[in-house]
């Protein structure tokens, strides 16, 4: 399932990512163009705005909540996603981002991050390091009490 999210809905767009769902964020665009988008491209709409989810021609999702935790995991649950291909995906631009070796990214990241954190992604696209930080550990924590749930 790939997804079109609406300007409102950016760190929701970006975590989305990096779970490994292909999601475009276009910034600030006239509704009918996210229809458009949506229709060409078979992505699913996700927004914050109740007339823009109650098009008829695409299949969209209306996301009430402006808390990231609770956006994910309503999105997930409406939707059955399962996250198959985590750190699949850069947070910034959507293009696959590759597992590096740990001594790629020394001088890259910060020095504590390099002490603390075993394994490095690389979106060569924005030449940004990722790594799994306090951040990620509480999301896909939150993630797993939902999918046990
Ligand atoms: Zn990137």
Not at 27 to 56: C, F, M, Q
Not at 88 to 111: F, H
Not at 118 to 130: A, H, L, R, S, V
Not at 137 to 143: A, K, N, P, V
Request: aromatic letters at 10%; hydrophobic letters at 35%.
């Amino acid at each position: 399932m790939r997804f079109i999210c609406d300007h409102m809905l950016g760190s929701l767009a970006r975590w989305l990512r990096l779970l490994g769902f292909d999601v475009l964020y276009p910034g600030p665009i006239p509704d009918r163009e996210i229809v458009e988008i949506a229709i060409e491209e078979g992505r699913v709409i996700l927004t914050r705005d109740k007339e823009l989810s109650s098009t008829v021609k695409a299949q969209a999702l209306y996301v009430e909540s402006d808390d990231l935790e609770e956006q994910l995991t309503f999105t997930m649950k409406e939707l059955e996603l399962k996250v198959t291909e985590p750190m699949s995906r850069c947070s910034l631009c959507n293009a696959r981002i590759e597992k590096v070796d740990k001594s790629s990214a020394e001088g890259e990241v910060p020095g504590g991050v390099y002490d603390r954190q075993e394994e490095f992604w690389f979106c060569p696209n924005c030449n940004k390091y990722y790594w799994q930080g306090s951040h990620w550990d509480r999301i896909t924590r939150t993630i797993e009490k939902l999918v046990k749930s």
